[in-house]
Each structure stands twice: as C-alpha cells, then as structure tokens.
C-alpha cells in the first residue's frame, strides 16, 4: 500500500499562487498526479507525471501555462505549482499515484490505484 500525503493548501485571492506537496511514502511508482474535484462536478486530472520514463508530465488545457508539476525524486515529493489562479480553480485537490502508466500517462482517474485524502484551494475574486 502506497500512502500519499498532500500539504499547501490554502485561501488566496485571484491572480496569487500556491504549492501543493505531495509526499509518497515508497518510490516504486509509475506516474504521480494531480487531480481536482469541485462540489458538484466530477474529478478531473489537473496535471501528471511519469516517474518511471522519460518524464512525461502532461496538463489539463484550463491549467496549461499557469501550473507546473514537478517532482523531487530524491525526497519522493510531488509539486504542482500553481500561478495566476481563478476562482474556478477553486476545489479539493488530491494526489494520486499507481505503479503502471500507460505513455503518454493517462489523465483519468481510474487509472490511478493510491490517493492521498487531498487539500483544500480556495481562490475569491
């Protein structure tokens, strides 16, 4: 069992800027990611990343050239940071992470096996 541990969260207002962290307890994985879910709206893929190949990391298009996802691999700590931020990125965000990916990595959420129990980002107009 793979335990995932989000931090960063928080309240700001538009336009500011948050880093999410998101501590894995093991390194044998495959693809790490980030996924959002709103009240009332489906989860849905923010950002993922290959660990095991080249470094895939691939976006949502509502979040391309706002957020970046990273990752320590000597720490085993994922990243998203996120910049310029909407009101509509308002949601919980969850790490997620499974131990196969396909290439380029799936943004789907069924295809992720371990999820942490995810923070909070509120963003106010």
């Known amino acids: 069992q793979v335990h995932l541990v989000e931090s960063g969260g928080g309240s700001v207002q538009a336009g500011g800027s948050l880093r999410l962290s998101c501590a894995a307890s093991e390194d044998n994985l495959a693809v790490m990611g980030w996924f959002r879910q709103a009240p009332d709206k489906e989860r849905e893929g923010v950002a993922v990343?290959?660990?095991?190949?080249?470094?895939?990391?691939r976006y949502a298009d509502s979040v391309k050239g706002r957020f970046t996802c990273s990752r320590d691999n000597a720490k085993n700590i994922l990243y998203l940071e996120m910049n310029s931020l909407k009101p509509e990125d308002t949601a919980m965000y969850y790490c997620?992470?499974?131990?196969?990916?396909?290439?380029?990595?799936?943004?789907?959420?069924?295809?992720?096996?371990?999820w942490g129990r995810g923070t909070q980002v509120t963003v106010s107009s």
């Open positions: 990343k290959t660990i095991i190949t080249d470094g895939w990391t």
């Open positions: 997620a992470a499974s131990r196969w990916t396909y290439t380029p990595p799936s943004m789907s959420s069924s295809d992720f096996t371990y």
